[in-house]
T-cell receptor, first 112, second 115 residues
Framework: GQQVMQIPQYQHVQEGEDFTTYCNSSTTLSNIQWYKQRPGGHPVFLIQLVKSGEVKKQKRLTFQFGEAKKNSSLHITATQTTDVGTYFCAGPFSEYGNKLVFGAGTILRVKS | NADVMQNPRHLVRRRGQEARLRCSPMKGHSHVYWYRQLPEEGLKFMVYLQKENIIDESGMPKERFSAEFPKEGPSILRIQQVVRGDSAAYFC?????????????FGPGTRLTVT
């Protein structure tokens, strides 16, 4: 079936340390999206990657899409307490790309 | 309000009762998606609707669950004869156009608790 696997499940870091979460799809994706969900909140769209090998940056966040368009990563440099939350990757798995299949997410906790 | 609206934000139902969850998409969006999230888990796709049409309901349980998006008014996710296993957060999302690469905008969710 359609699967998006994400690791690690949890990550506790000291404030200022870096953080990376990895996402792997069972099939080639037309694009991959990343969302952040704060505790008790709702998913908020961060970014979408479309091209093979694409790298995008948002301040301290760096997103990569693999050459084969089956894997992706999110790297946060020098984490801050505001980075706390769950980071999800999601890929479209339908003819029209509307059915997003989400990874299980990586829960990030930052100790100050 | 330009955001995706969901109500109620919290809903408590006894086993066997019905739950009705409402979602008003972002202004200008005509595509609505429903997802379910169990504690400490990711979001599971349930159904994708356009006005008056169900486009993809591959994630919907076959029994007790139904969804609609009428010509006028919000989208409704209806759960009949709720059971404890239905306790979860239900999120709806909307997008302006179908297909990749359009991102989805999520509402605040409805937290359903079945007692």
């Amino acid at each position: 079936g359609q699967q998006v696997m994400q690791i690690p499940q949890y990550q506790h870091v000291q404030e200022g340390e870096d953080f990376t979460t990895y996402c792997n799809s069972s099939t080639t994706l037309s694009n991959i999206q990343w969302y952040k969900q704060r505790p008790g909140g709702h998913p908020v769209f961060l970014i979408q990657l479309v091209k093979s090998g694409e790298v995008k940056k948002q301040k301290r966040l760096t997103f990569q899409f693999g050459e084969a368009k089956k894997n992706s990563s999110l790297h946060i440099t020098a984490t801050q307490t505001t980075d706390v939350g769950t980071y999800f990757c999601a890929g479209p798995f339908s003819e029209y790309g509307n059915k997003l299949v989400f990874g299980a997410g990586t829960i990030l906790r930052v100790k100050s | 309000n330009a955001d995706v609206m969901q109500n109620p934000r919290h809903l408590v139902r006894r086993r066997g009762q019905e739950a009705r969850l409402r979602c008003s998409p972002m202004k200008g969006h005509s595509h609505v998606y429903w997802y379910r999230q169990l504690p400490e888990e990711g979001l599971k796709f349930m159904v994708y609707l356009q006005k008056e049409n169900i486009i993809d309901e591959s994630g919907m349980p076959k029994e007790r669950f139904s969804a609609e998006f009428p010509k006028e008014g919000p989208s409704i996710l209806r759960i009949q004869q709720v059971v404890r296993g239905d306790s979860a957060a239900y999120f709806c999302a909307s997008s302006p156009l179908a297909g990749s690469p359009y991102e989805q905008y999520f509402g605040p969710g409805t937290r359903l608790t079945v007692t």
